[in-house]
């Protein structure tokens, strides 16, 4: 089933709707092992009823991106660290790891099948998801002896559009994202579906994402939705970048790791550190905290302006995008398109 082309100066579909022509297959069984890897159009797929990943989510997925620098050519952000967390996720819920080779490969195959639909604008990206899922018909409580892999692509231009306006978002202290032991650094199906109850609500109260508090003490920031949260303390250079610390509960972001590397270039101080509700509430008031953003790789960099909660709202800074959240988003969208260096070797051609 294929999808039109996007053109410059078209509308962008909203975000993973409209999806490319082609998409990348791999079949893992308990008696071959990975097998039939293969592009080919973007189809239907034809699943039993009685699948397993269906009943009891042994479902992962990804996602990354490739970029079109200034001078034409494509190429994928940090592909590698995105293959191995990957594995991450699939040996969280036993499932099998897709060797590297194999993630890169199909990664590179359908960026160099369907990249033209990717128009020459630094604001637009292509979008790939991949998702493993096991496909036994069989209902035992059991990790799958069969599995298949997809790779599928969109073009966007960011899950809140080419450069966002400052976000408002509301504290969840009902419900959790993640609990200490479960799989919230994994990038597993289980972790989405749950959270859309608060996600509605916060969407009734008039803001667009959700911030999450650690599960035992509903204290602590942990997560913004499904991105990681910056806190920025003071301003200009030698500004603080904080981000709190992963424990097990929080995704390992990679762009949240591209931005701790890129605060320090920049001349600004990275820091991981555990800030809790009040924490954040108070510094932001005495005017510590300058600004707050949120990351991900669909978000890219993502200021936020307000804070809904019920024991009190307040503004972050003045409610506008701070210049070190301004001045980090540009570096790594810099990156992203070739308009600066790449130091850091993250940019692998397609």
């Not at 397993?52 to 001078?71: D, I, M, N, P, S």
């Not at 320090?264 to 510590?288: H, I, M, N």
């Not at 809904?308 to 980090?328: F, H, K, M, N």
Request: hydrophobic share 45%.
């Amino acid at each position: 089933m294929s999808q039109p082309s996007a053109v410059a100066g078209a509308r962008t579909p909203a975000f993973g709707e409209a999806f490319t022509a082609h998409m990348v297959t791999a079949r893992w069984t308990a008696d071959r092992g990975w097998h039939a890897p293969r592009l080919r159009p973007f189809e239907q797929l034809s699943i039993s009823p009685a699948m397993v990943g269906l009943h009891y989510g042994q479902v992962a997925f990804e996602g990354l991106k490739a970029h079109r620098g200034v001078h034409g050519s494509l190429a994928l952000f940090r592909p590698g660290e995105h293959a191995r967390r990957f594995q991450q996720s699939a040996r969280r819920l036993a499932m099998p790891e897709l060797p590297e080779e194999l993630f890169l490969a199909a990664a590179r195959d359908l960026v160099r099948a369907d990249g033209d639909q990717l128009p020459a604008d630094p604001g637009l990206s292509l979008y790939l998801r991949p998702v493993l899922f096991a496909t036994e018909p069989c209902l035992a409580v059991r990790p799958a002896r069969e599995y298949l892999f997809v790779l599928i692509a969109f073009v966007t231009a960011g899950f809140f559009g080419p450069r966002p306006e400052p976000v408002s978002v509301m504290v969840s202290r009902t419900h959790s994202r993640a609990v200490p032991g479960g799989t919230g650094h994994a990038k597993v199906a289980g972790n989405y579906a749950p959270a859309y109850l608060e996600q509605l609500r916060a969407e009734q109260a008039g803001c667009q994402q959700v911030v999450w508090l650690d599960a035992v003490e509903h204290r602590w920031v942990e997560e913004l939705g499904a991105m990681n949260i910056f806190f920025v303390r003071g301003q200009g250079p030698g500004a603080q970048v904080v981000t709190p610390s992963l424990t097990g509960t929080l995704l390992p972001g990679i762009t949240r790791d591209s931005l701790l590397t890129l605060a320090a270039d920049l001349g600004y101080q990275p820091a991981q550190e555990r800030v809790s509700l009040d924490q954040w509430w108070s510094e932001c008031r005495s005017g510590v905290i300058t600004e707050t953003f949120a990351c991900g790789t669909a978000a890219v960099v993502t200021p936020v302006g307000r804070v809904r909660d019920e024991q009190g709202d307040w503004t972050i800074g003045d409610g506008t995008a701070g210049p070190v959240t301004l001045a980090l988003r540009d570096a790594l969208v810099d990156v992203h398109t070739g308009l600066s260096a790449d130091p850091h070797g993250w940019m692998s051609p397609a």
